[in-house]
């Protein structure tokens, strides 16, 4: 089965910080889409998903592709106690990483490189959980810019880069 383009562009900006020697970590790993794929190009991947589903499916996608170096983790992001560091540490779309503070442990847990992605929006328009400001379901943003009943952590990006490639 051939990879969609998307899929290629993420696997390859990810690939760019990982050696055969890595130790990866995947927060919020979903059904392993980048996590079992990178999990052949390194050491060890650890994998960390709340969703007992996605986790089943995962560990079976594993064992069908031959993969053998993953760590299966089914709990919180904000539950992993960590034990260790590891050289490329990465979220791809997902809400574990929602605050400073799990920004900040994301940060703690690698000794090489950290990767983040919210969405396909221009970083101006995020807000820390990752939701698009802009178009958030469909209902806009209220006059105040804040979104009522949650906490919101604007991005003031320093630089901003003219692509996603720079931008890693």
């Known amino acids: 089965m051939q990879k969609k383009p998307e899929f290629e562009a993420e696997f390859n900006r990810l690939k760019r910080f990982i050696a055969k020697d890595s130790l990866v970590l995947d927060i919020g790993a979903g059904l392993g889409r980048l996590a079992i794929p990178l999990a052949k190009e ?5 994998a960390i998903e709340p969703a007992r589903v996605y986790m089943k499916i995962m560990r079976e996608k594993a064992a069908r592709d031959g993969v053998g170096n993953m760590e299966f983790v089914e709990e ?8 260790e560091k590891y050289d490329l540490v990465y979220s791809i779309w997902s809400p ?9 442990k994301m940060h703690k847990s690698s000794r090489g490189y ?3 992605e919210f969405v396909a929006s221009p970083p101006h328009v995020w807000d ?3 939701r698009d400001l802009l ?4 209902r806009g943003v209220p ?4 979104l009522p009943e949650r906490r919101h952590y604007a991005l003031r990006p320093r630089h901003l ?8």
Do not use: E, I, Y
């Open 42 to 46: 390194v050491r060890m991947m650890t």
């Open 76 to 83: 919180l992001w904000s539950d992993f106690p960590l034990q």
């Open 96 to 104: 574990a990483v929602m605050n400073p503070a799990s920004l900040m």
């Open 114 to 116: 950290c990767a983040l």
């Open 128 to 130: 820390f959980s990752g």
């Open 135 to 138: 178009h958030d379901c469909g």
């Open 143 to 146: 006059a105040s810019g804040k």
């Open 161 to 168: 880069c003219k692509s996603g490639d720079l931008a890693v």
